[in-house]
């Protein structure tokens, strides 16, 4: 069965950086966008950043463009996110989640159980 | 951009039919599909809906997606204690060239 499991999440001081990883098993990972999205505690999902299957284009969220880079390794199954500059407002679980193509748009079908990130001094 | 608006409750008793709302903008859902995704407490979120009104396998008949213009909104009937949880929208913004959600509403059976 498809499964995604983050790791890497942690307590880091603002302004420093750290990179969370995301497995991907039971599918064939290369064919499908991958996709990281963030929830505050006690607010809303939040899209950060996707990338195509083969690697070759990303997207990113306003609040993390320009910080936070999307990266994947297909040989590996593996979807990374390097934080950069974090700040306080960065605090939230990370989800992983697979993009699912259906035609004429996509949506995310299955996701992980998330990894959180508490940024504070 | 306007990221899309829900209200932040909603409510109904057990057979009830309740709609939650979801109004975007052009870029979004104006020219989009909208999907729903519902998210129980502590666990990670699932699709309800996507492309507006279908509903992937698995997910029951009494959820239902409908989209107008720049607006949305997900159906539910016969209402259920265990549909007690939050429901977002989302969808994506050719204008930022990212996906947006709602703030999501928090579904209350009485």
């Known amino acids: 069965q498809v499964q995604l499991v983050e790791s890497g999440g942690g307590m880091v001081a603002p302004g420093k950086s750290l990179t969370l990883s995301c497995e991907g098993t039971?599918?064939?990972?290369?064919?499908?966008?991958m996709h990281w999205v963030r929830q505050a505690p006690g607010k809303g999902l939040e899209w950060v950043a996707v990338m195509s299957a083969d690697g070759s284009g990303q997207y990113y969220g306003e609040s993390v463009k320009g910080r936070f880079t999307i990266s994947r390794d297909n040989s590996k199954n593996t979807l990374s996110l390097q934080m950069t500059d974090l700040r306080p407002e960065d605090t939230a679980l990370y989800y992983c989640?697979?993009?699912?193509?259906?035609?004429?748009?996509?949506?995310?079908?299955?996701w992980g159980q998330g990894t959180f990130v508490t940024v504070a001094s | 951009q306007s990221a899309p608006t829900q209200p932040p409750s909603a409510s109904g008793t057990p057979g009830q039919r309740v709609t939650i709302s979801c109004s975007g903008s052009?870029?979004?859902?104006?020219?989009?599909?909208v999907y729903w995704y519902q998210q129980f407490p502590g666990t990670a979120p699932k699709v309800l809906i996507y492309s507006n009104n279908l509903r992937p396998s698995g997910v029951p008949d009494r959820f239902s997606g409908s989209k107008s213009g720049t607006s949305a909104s997900l159906a539910i009937t016969g209402l259920r204690s265990d549909d007690e949880a939050d429901y977002y929208c989302?969808?994506?913004?050719?204008?930022?060239?990212?996906?947006?959600f709602g703030g999501g509403t928090k579904l209350t059976v009485l």
């Open positions: 039971g599918f064939n990972f290369s064919s499908h966008g």
């Open positions: 989302a969808s994506w913004d050719d204008s930022v060239r990212g996906w947006v």
């Open positions: 052009d870029s979004n859902i104006g020219r989009n599909f």
């Open positions: 989640a697979r993009d699912r193509y259906h035609g004429s748009g996509s949506y995310f079908d299955y």
